[in-house]
């Protein structure tokens, strides 16, 4: 490498690692995400597509898409050693290991606090700043204890309808000090919303203490608005190494760390001036069983998306897989041959009947089957983007977007236009000319307003009247 990154990053999911890439590019940041771990020499060949940073279209941040969120401590062992020594071999200031800001992780999936020892090992330092509230998203962090909204109601995270009852990591425990105790045995220190608002000497005192400790501690951050965020930033920027500082958070890390982009000659982008245009077709694959995507999905079919659903027992069920794939196939091409706007789907909510027929069906595999959903999505799409190859692409749900995605002949992606936040339009990179420039989302099942599929179809947040929408995502965020 010609020079040291500004920051690297590792997403333990698909979607949230999308998330850091807009942060990064709405803060003025030339950066790309990687499905896998890119060499030195590539990331010096790596040019990006668009020409919104002024020209500029070598890398000055990168991230590496990965799946840690539905890991085991045996399979993080397996696999995070080896990517993370990967990363930390090229210069950087920081190197920001993230997560979802819903925490969403136990002691046998997706463990935050195993990952973070395994980074430390990778990334060694005297602190691991910890800061997961992200206002943008409706995510804050008071006294500890994490808080997301839904429908205009703000939630503790043990009571959110939606987290409290995740079918893999359920939050049973607000305060992310006790739940990070079940992962793993090293301190965590807060610094609460008090300490933020006192005075620079008293926090940095606070800090302070906490960095010259024999061993180094997670130090939990509140965040209740945005000027929390370049406080935090500050106190992370003064307390750092000058190099491969480990962070562990949401995206509100790029944001915290905005004025040390500023420092760094990168202005900020005006999201409100982007737009990709209407596509010429748009093709929806989602696996998400999220309440709010089953709202996109119903508001998309009563607005000129057709639907079309996938029978998710039938492809997980060998001996009827050919029959349903190729049934869907036809369907589908049928289908865009009088529409312009598709949405394929799984299910329709949580309280959908087919998720516990599928799960009947893999009871009955016993573990033995080894083709994913997620993957028989991926090659249905392709199948289908052989013949409409010009297709703008939603993947909806962050452990479909993994899958789908390995499936597609991609290496990297770079930011294009935002939609909602975290849930941007990105542009993809592939030496294969089918997908070479092809524009996708990779959305979480609870991100964006009911519209977010019109709006990605229409290029923009912005409804006839050219109003912008951006704040009614924000809203309607998880």
Known sequence: MDSEMLLTYYGDDFTGSADVLEALALNGVPAALFLNVPTAQELSAFRLKSDMFNGDKALEAFGVAGVSRTMNPVQMRKKLPDIFGKISRIPTRFFHYKICSTFDSSPGIGSVGYATEIALQAFPTAWVPLLVGAPDLNRFCLFGNLFARADGVTYRLDRHPTMSK????????????????????????????????????????????????????????????????????????RFSKPARQLIVGSSGVEHALSSFFVRAGKAKLD????????????????????????????????????????????????????????SIISKA???????????????LGPDDPSITETKAVLAQLNGTEPVTLGVLQGR?????????????????????AG???????????????????????????????????????FKGGQNGNERYFDYIYKGGVYDKQGQDNRSAHAAADL
């Open 333 to 347: 091409m049928k289908l865009l041959q009088k529409s312009k706007k598709l949405i394929l789907f799984s299910a």
């Open 271 to 326: 999201g409100n001036n982007l737009s990709a245009g209407k596509a010429d077709r748009i093709i929806v694959v989602t696996g998400s069983c999220s309440p709010m995507t089953k709202k996109q999905i119903e508001w998309s079919v009563e607005n000129g998306f057709v639907g079309l659903r996938m029978d998710a027992r039938r492809l997980m069920n060998p001996q009827t897989r050919d029959e349903e794939y190729a």
């Open 166 to 237: 995740h079918p893999v990591t359920p939050m049973n425990e607000s305060d992310l000090r006790l739940h990070l105790a079940q992962q793993t045995d090293r301190e965590v220190k807060l610094v609460d919303v008090f300490a933020l608002e006192a005075t620079a000497a008293e926090r940095e005192k606070l800090v302070a203490g906490a960095t010259r400790q024999e061993e180094p501690p997670i130090v939990l951050f509140d965040v209740l608005h945005d000027g929390h965020l370049q406080t935090i930033g500050a106190v992370i920027e």
């Open 403 to 441: 899958q789908v995605a390995s499936e597609l002949d991609i290496y990297a992606l770079e930011f294009l236009v935002p939609i909602a936040p975290g849930s941007p339009l990105c542009l993809a990179h592939s030496k294969n000319p089918v997908y070479d420039g092809v524009e996708i989302a």
């Open 380 to 400: 249905i799409l392709k199948s289908l983007l052989k013949k409409y190859s010009r297709s703008r692409i939603v993947i909806s749900g962050g452990d479909t």
